[in-house]
T-cell receptor
């Protein structure tokens, strides 16, 4: 079962920041939070990941609360091409291998 | 680098038939995972292969089986197809580096329709 909960949908105006929340209250100390997105009819695309500290890359920023029970993905200047389903995922690492447990994600619609 | 490739892109089968889907991982990757994505749902983990062995398995029946070849490519086989097996089947590859970050790259998927 997915360890994360996300709102089913969000809207954002083009050019504005999109802030996507995620709750993962049962996350374990060594489990990473990953964010992927899936544009219609394509495979999921990696965005960013983190364990404890806030992270930033060319696509987005990830803010993780100090207690690690929730996080927020920030797209600083959303464009129409950012319209997609965004998945917040906890990486489960067992027996030397890993799997990603997806929930239903948040459908982000960026409006002109 | 072609990334993760999957074939075929679309497939139509009837109930009771068997199907084989194929995946070639990204160059340099040796681990392949398969996911099933029903319409409107997130991808669900089926199983993962490394060194030609199944390493992890999700909650899927034995009708779902797989194989990995020495060149790291992989196949997903589904026997006795049911209508509920209609879905997008995604393959993801990653390097096998235990205890370190290993981003999974996904292919475009194979859309299976069971009639």
């Amino acid at each position: 079962d997915a360890k994360t909960t996300q709102p089913p949908s969000m809207d954002c105006a083009e050019g504005r920041a999109a802030n996507l929340p995620c709750n993962h209250s049962t996350i374990s100390g060594n489990e990473y939070v990953y964010w992927y997105r899936q544009i219609h009819s394509q495979g999921p695309q990696y965005i960013i990941h983190g364990l404890k500290n806030n992270e930033t890359n060319e696509m987005a920023s990830l803010i993780i609360t100090e207690d690690r029970k929730s996080s927020t993905l920030i797209l600083p200047h959303a464009t129409l091409r950012d319209t997609a389903v965004y998945y917040c995922i906890v990486r489960v690492f067992q027996g030397g291998s890993e799997k990603l447990v997806f929930g239903k994600g948040t459908k982000l619609t960026v409006n002109p | 680098d072609a990334g993760v490739t999957q074939s075929p892109t679309h497939l139509i089968k009837t109930r009771g038939q068997q199907v084989t889907l194929r995946c070639s991982p990204k160059s340099g990757h040796d681990t392949v995972s398969w996911y099933q994505q029903a319409l409107g749902q997130g991808p669900q983990f089926i199983f993962q292969y490394y060194e030609e062995e199944e390493r992890q398995r999700g909650n899927f029946p034995d009708r779902f089986s797989g194989h990995q070849f020495p060149n790291y490519s992989s196949e997903l086989n589904v026997n006795a197809l049911l209508l509920g097996d209609s879905a997008l089947y995604l393959c993801a590859s990653s390097p096998r580096l235990a205890s370190s970050f290993n981003e999974q790259f996904f292919g475009p998927g194979t859309r299976l329709t069971v009639l």
